[in-house]
């Protein structure tokens, strides 16, 4: 029902910025929290944020609140992910979901197939 395809990532040097994109396919795009999920190696799936489905609502895990930004626009079907001040602890392979809104990754229904980030110092 829904696909999604993330963009932009690739190799920052610290204190640079990125920002990743997630086109999304399917009819209930527009009716779907979504949020972005970081995951480096040997560690497990970390909230980055969160976003409802209408924009108003957001969260942000602490780690990344203050340097990114998770934006939507429903029209063109596609998640953002501002990522300012990058830190070498942001690398890791970022993924766009859909279908929750919060930080519990296994209520979210959709997933893409992963974007690289990669900081260095």
């Known amino acids: 029902q829904v696909q999604l395809v993330e963009s932009g990532g690739g190799l920052v040097q610290a204190g640079g910025s990125l920002r990743l994109s997630c086109a999304a396919s399917?009819?209930?795009?527009?009716?779907?929290?979504m949020g972005w999920f970081r995951q480096a190696p040997g560690k497990e799936r970390e909230f980055v944020a969160s976003?409802?489905?209408?924009?108003?609502?957001?969260l942000y895990a602490d780690s990344v609140k203050g340097r990114f930004t998770i934006s939507r626009e429903n029209a063109k079907n596609t998640l953002y992910l501002q990522m300012n001040s990058l830190k070498p602890e942001d690398t890791a392979v970022y993924y766009c979901?859909?279908?929750?809104?919060?930080?519990?990754?296994?209520?979210?229904?959709?997933w893409g197939q992963g974007t690289q980030v990669t900081v260095s110092s």
């Open positions: 399917g009819r209930t795009f527009s009716n779907s929290a």
């Open positions: 979901a859909a279908g929750s809104y919060g930080d519990y990754a296994a209520r979210y229904s959709y």
């Open positions: 976003i409802t489905w209408s924009g108003v609502g957001r």
